[in-house]
């Protein structure tokens, strides 16, 4: 498990406390919709909504009509890929990405780049436009939406309900799959 600062520590705490309290307030997104979740709130939170976000639900169709037609790029840490990942996804460490060219990257096809959550994968996708990639969407709410809404993950030896939650701090917006630390 990743070492955190006692100060960022209280930092994901008081994020979490916030997206919680405000969420039980909050009204409808829009007409017709489910309210916002404490979930939703936080992502509202931590994206910082400069690159397009992608539903889990319209990727997984995506993925079914058209399975090499799109890009999978995991922006997490070696150790959360190897638990699982999106099936197909190639691994972008987080920890290198700002001096990456993504020269391997076709340029012609969608990219979706996917965290945990979202927060890491969206300054990839951000950094992929800065290099021209004209078609890239941050899967909304990460591995931890796509696996809550029933989308499958994979490890090396297959399919597998096994996530890593980053962190304790993480853990509780995993509502399916099982935690584990690498």
């Not at 705490?13 to 919709?33: E, G, H, I």
Request: glycine share 8%; hydrophobic share 35%.
């Amino acid at each position: 498990m990743r070492r955190t600062s006692c100060r960022g520590v209280l930092g994901w705490l008081l994020l979490w406390l916030v997206a919680c309290t405000t969420a039980c307030s909050q009204s409808p997104k829009a007409p017709n919709s489910p309210p916002m979740t404490a979930y939703d709130r936080m992502l509202s939170l931590l994206y910082k909504q400069t690159v397009p976000t992608i539903q889990p639900a319209k990727l997984a169709e995506t993925l079914r009509q058209h399975p090499s037609g799109v890009v999978l790029l995991d922006t997490r840490s070696p150790e959360e890929y190897q638990v699982s990942h999106l099936p197909g996804a190639r691994f972008v460490d987080f920890d290198g990405f700002k001096t990456a060219t993504f020269q391997d990257v076709p340029r012609n096809l969608p990219v979706v780049v996917y965290c945990t959550v979202g927060a890491r994968s969206e300054q990839v996708g951000a950094r992929l436009r800065s290099l021209g990639f004209q078609q890239v969407h941050n899967l909304y709410g990460g591995i931890f939406q796509w696996v809550n809404e029933g989308h499958a993950v994979y490890n090396q030896a297959g399919p597998t309900a096994k996530v890593h939650p980053y962190s304790a701090l993480w853990r509780p917006w995993l509502k399916r799959g099982e935690p584990a630390y690498q």
